[in-house]
């Protein structure tokens, strides 16, 4: 059973790929962006912005192009936010300190180490007052992110923002989780006829391993270095006309996604 869905809105924030423009760019042949940075929020009031922890400033500059490219209001759209291990830099933190002197620990800190730190902070700066969803599912993180999404859409008229984003391992967790990245991904999933189209796509089952289709090196470099660019396929497919993509997942079936010629 296939389910046809149309993308609206899309963002990405990583070092060398800071918005959605440096991602089209990479893909002409291009190279990464180095002189460009991603924007800093403008949801969060600059109280917020010092409190918030960097794996939520990294999902939200994702978010906010998605949004804004959809021209809809940030806390308009049901939204899900998967991430493989949250927040590594307050992991290390609070590994490190509980070691070394808990009675240091910072309550601010330990308040954010919650997977769901993203999410939350997404509802206070967007006004959400929809659903707003924080799973989990190790490397698996990018496509059950995108199923879930996708049930999303199956159950409500309203259009779903999608974000996908771990930020790079900290201190000793390297040796479990080897990233050396950054990398946040956004889509925003509408049923077809809800607004301008960027890509109209179909989604159905697969057990085939992962197929990222023809993408540049340095893009590649980034799927294998961070679980999360998982997602860069399918943002790849987006972004320029392409056959069809597929985002395996280990646990369970993963995804074929193939794009309907415009």
């Known amino acids: 059973m296939s389910q046809r869905f ?30 460009r940075q991603p924007a800093p929020s403008s949801l969060l009031s600059p109280r917020e912005r010092r409190r918030a922890p960097r ?107 999608l974000v996908v984003y771990d930020d790079l391992a900290q201190g000793p967790m390297r040796e479990l989780w080897p990233t050396s990245q950054d990398f946040s991904g956004a889509l925003l999933l509408a049923r077809p006829g809800h607004g301008r189209a960027m890509a109209s796509l179909t989604a159905e089952p697969s057990a085939e391993p992962a197929d990222p289709g023809e993408l540049p090196a340095v893009l590649i470099e980034r799927i294998d270095d961070n679980p999360a660019a998982q997602l860069l396929p399918l943002l790849a497919l987006v972004a320029r006309p392409g056959a069809a993509v597929t985002m395996a997942a280990e646990q369970g079936p993963g995804l074929r996604i193939s794009r309907i010629p415009a």
């Open 6 to 35: 149309d993308i609206i809105g899309a963002g990405i924030a990583a070092p060398g790929l800071p918005d959605w423009q440096a991602l089209e760019d990479a893909l002409a042949g291009s190279g990464l962006c180095q002189e």
């Open 55 to 161: 794996a939520a400033k990294l999902s939200f500059a994702a978010a906010e192009q998605a949004c804004a490219m959809a021209g809809m209001a940030p806390g308009e759209p049901v939204a899900v936010f998967s991430s493989a291990m949250g927040d590594l830099d307050i992991t290390d933190y609070m590994c490190r300190t509980l070691a070394d002197d808990p009675a240091l620990l910072s309550p601010i800190r330990f308040h954010n180490s919650v997977h769901n730190a993203a999410s939350g902070y997404w509802s206070i700066g967007a006004g959400a007052t929809g659903d707003v969803t924080a799973i989990s599912a190790w490397k698996d993180s990018a496509t059950a992110g995108l199923i879930e999404a996708l049930a999303r859409l199956a159950c409500t008229p309203d259009p779903v923002l």
